[in-house]
């Protein structure tokens, strides 16, 4: 896969901030971060099945803790997180983590 093609495609991936969720990272002493939105550029996040993407520079999460999803109608969901992984910004691809979910 060319690197323009991953530009490409990580760039289609981000411009999909389908709904105005709200996600928080919950340590596992407790203590919240966030929130990343949509609307808190450039802090926003895209949440999938298995993984969220945070466009932010630093993120204080890590194996264990919590990703609570808050959507648009008010319903939470929580996933663990499993694993998170820092990309640099990359051409028109914005910095941003990778964070590996698994559903509580």
């Known amino acids: 896969m060319s690197l323009e093609h991953v530009t490409e495609h990580l760039s289609v991936e981000h411009s ?5 969720d709200t996600v928080y990272i919950v340590r596992i002493d407790g203590t919240r971060f966030g929130p990343y ?3 808190f550029e450039p802090c ?14 630093t993120l204080n999460a890590g194996a264990g803790d919590t990703l609570e999803r808050i959507r648009a109608d008010g319903s939470v969901e929580t996933y663990l997180i499993t694993n998170t992984h820092f990309q640099p910004q990359m051409a028109s691809v914005e910095a941003h983590y990778t964070v590996r979910l698994r559903k509580d």
């Open 37 to 39: 939105s949509p609307e």
């Open 16 to 20: 999909r901030n389908t709904a105005a």
């Open 44 to 57: 926003s996040t895209e949440v999938e099945p298995n993984k969220a993407l945070i466009y932010e520079v």
